[in-house]
């Protein structure tokens, strides 16, 4: 039987910004999301983007995790609930709050294993963020 390798995704994104306006971001993959800043105006602001982030990762984890745990034909939705608290000073967020929500005919044994599967070991972007990754910066005109 042949080997099948998976395709790497592209990944990345650029943000664009004029005198006025808001920032417009296209990904590697050429998907798209307009950016908003005021408190009422509906749809993702940057760090909501940083939330999305992480929560849609713990969801794809966690179903990886259920999968690999042998209880995927069990679950019947995963929902990872991202908020954050920040900090005061330094512009960043101290604290991630993650609200699983693992339904199905499993156990609480079963959901905890899952949900710590997915956070501590699988999801590269909770991992990067515990992870303090290095910044390479370029600048040009």
């Known amino acids: 039987m042949a080997d ?6 592209p990944t990345g994104a650029t943000a664009v910004l004029g005198r006025t306006g808001f920032p417009h ?7 798209e999301i307009d950016i908003v800043t005021a408190p009422s ?8 983007l940083l939330y999305s982030s992480l ?4 969801v794809l984890s966690a179903r990886i995790a259920a999968s690999q745990m042998g209880v995927l034909d069990k679950i019947s939705e995963i929902t990872a609930e991202v908020t954050g608290e920040k900090a005061e000073g330094l512009s960043r967020v101290a604290k991630f709050n993650i609200a699983f929500s693992i ?5 609480e044994e079963t959901r905890q294993k899952i949900a710590h599967a997915a956070e501590d070991e699988i999801c590269t972007v909770s991992n990067t963020i515990r992870g303090n990754p290095e910044f390479s910066t370029t600048i040009s005109g």
Do not use: Y
Not at 25 to 31: M, N
Not at 103 to 107: E, N, V
């Open 55 to 58: 929560s849609a990762c713990l």
């Open 41 to 48: 105006q509906p749809g993702f602001n940057p760090l909501d």
């Open 25 to 31: 971001v296209t990904s590697a993959t050429k998907g």
């Open 4 to 9: 099948l390798k998976a395709r790497p995704r």
């Open 103 to 107: 339904k199905g005919d499993i156990d």
